[in-house]
């Protein structure tokens, strides 16, 4: 039964990688941005999906816990969307951008993988492909994303060793 819930949730929430759907806007500054997060989706049902399928692909999940009117948030997304990026990201994980608000909606999916509260966005969540929090302590330090170089965000991203 357990495995029908899974296969359902995979196929019934399953979408392309969030990194080849998300398209960088041109932007006067020195990156790229993105608008990828969406209030009135069910991030919960996102990130469990996402889940399922980083279970069946032996893929690690990041969960990019931001807004639209952050422009660090929309830094990170922008670098995310950019085709080397995009490529290294679909190889080696499952993406889901989590709506965060004004830092007061989605907070149980942070607490679910035990960041208490979200300080700053975005708030970015390596995990396992069994829900294990592997970047606890840079998780929360992303709120300086458009202003850090693009190698730095690709090599963390693509050279990712767990922090336990």
Known sequence: MRFLILFLAVLGLSTAPASQA???EPSETSHPEARPFDESVNAGE???AALARAQLSGKRVIVVMGANWCHDSRGLSGWFAE?????MLDAKYELVYVDVGMKDRNIDIARRFGIKSIKGTPTVLVLSSGGDLLNPKSAPKWRNA?????DDI?????QFAPEL
């Open 22 to 24: 998300l398209k960088a």
């Open 83 to 87: 085709p080397r990026f995009a490529a």
């Open 46 to 48: 996102q990130v469990d």
């Open 146 to 150: 458009a202003s850090r170089e693009e």
């Open 154 to 158: 690709f090599v963390y991203f693509d």
